[in-house]
T-cell receptor, first 112, second 113 residues
Framework: NAGVTQTPKFRVLKTGQSMTLLCAQD?????MYWYRQDPGMGLRLIHY???????AKGEVPDGYNVSRLKKQNFLLGLESAAPSQTSVYFC???????????FGQGTRLTVV | AQSVTQLGSHVSVSEGALVLLRCNYS??????LFWYVQYPNQGLQLLLK??????LVKGINGFEAEFKKSETSFHLTKPSAHMSDAAEYFC???????????FGKGMKLTVNP
C-alpha cells in the first residue's frame, strides 16, 4: 500500500525552465491538493481538485498549473520557474474534503 | 473564507511538562478542524480531527483538543511531553462551502530533557 507518492523527491531548476511534479495515490480518493511549505509560512494551498477532471485555485496559484486527467494522479506544472518558487512541495489526498488527508513525502525544489 | 491562526512559531517545554498549542479559526459555517504533525523531513500525518460529534477530541500519542465555539478555538494539549513529541504541529480547517483544506503557519515544539 503505497499511499501518496510524489515524483521526484529533489530537483534543481534554472530560472525559466519548466517541470512537472507528479502525485499519485492508490486509495481511490476524490480530493487531491498541492501545497508549498516555506519557513514561517506554513503550508499554503496552490491548487486542488475535488474529482477527476476538476481543478480549482488555492491561495497561491500564480505561476503554477495543474491537471487531473486520471483520478489517481494530480500533476503540478511550473511553466517558467522563478527563484521565488524554491520550496518544498507536498501533495495530499482525501476521500472527502472533511476526511483525513494523507500526505506524500514532499518534493524539494530549488530554482537557481 | 475560512482560516486558522496559530500565534507564535515556536514553543519549548521540558520533558514531562504540559504541552499547549493554540489554534483559533475563522469560518462562516461549522467547520471541520484538524491537527496534523510533521516530523523532520517527512510529510504530515493526522493527530486528531473535530467533526461536531464531541467537543473534546482524543488523538494519537496522548494528544487531545477541545473545540470551543464561543472562543472559536481548537487548542491542542498533552499532559506530559515526551522527547518524541518534538515536531512541527499544524492546525487546519475544512469548510464545505469552499472545499479547501487550509493550514495555519505551524508551531515547532521543542522538548528539553
Amino acid at each position: 500500500n503505497a499511499g501518496v507518492t510524489q515524483t521526484p523527491k529533489f530537483r534543481v531548476l534554472k530560472t525559466g525552465q519548466s517541470m512537472t511534479l507528479l502525485c499519485a495515490q492508490d486509495m481511490n480518493h476524490e480530493y487531491m491538493y498541492w501545497y508549498r511549505q516555506d519557513p514561517g509560512m506554513g503550508l499554503r494551498l496552490i491548487h486542488y481538485s475535488v474529482g477527476e477532471g476538476t481543478t480549482a485555485k488555492g491561495e497561491v496559484p500564480d505561476g503554477y498549473n495543474v491537471s487531473r486527467l486520471k483520478k489517481q494522479n494530480f500533476l503540478l506544472g511550473l511553466e517558467s520557474a522563478a527563484p521565488s518558487q524554491t520550496s518544498v512541495y507536498f501533495c495530499a489526498s482525501s476521500y472527502r474534503g472533511h476526511t483525513e488527508a494523507f500526505f506524500g513525502q514532499g518534493t524539494r525544489l530549488t530554482v537557481v | 473564507a475560512q482560516s486558522v491562526t496559530q500565534l507564535g512559531s515556536h514553543v519549548s517545554v521540558s520533558e514531562g511538562a504540559l504541552v499547549l498549542l493554540r489554534c483559533n479559526y475563522s469560518s462562516s459555517v461549522p467547520p471541520y478542524l484538524f491537527w496534523y504533525v510533521q516530523y523532520p523531513n517527512q510529510g504530515l500525518q493526522l493527530l486528531l480531527k473535530y467533526t461536531s460529534a464531541a467537543t473534546l477530541v482524543k488523538g494519537i500519542n496522548g494528544f487531545e483538543a477541545e473545540f470551543k465555539k464561543s472562543e472559536t478555538s481548537f487548542h491542542l494539549t498533552k499532559p506530559s511531553a515526551h522527547m518524541s513529541d518534538a515536531a512541527e504541529y499544524f492546525c487546519a480547517v475544512w469548510e464545505g462551502g469552499s472545499e479547501k483544506l487550509v493550514f495555519g503557519k505551524g508551531m515547532k515544539l521543542t522538548v528539553n530533557p
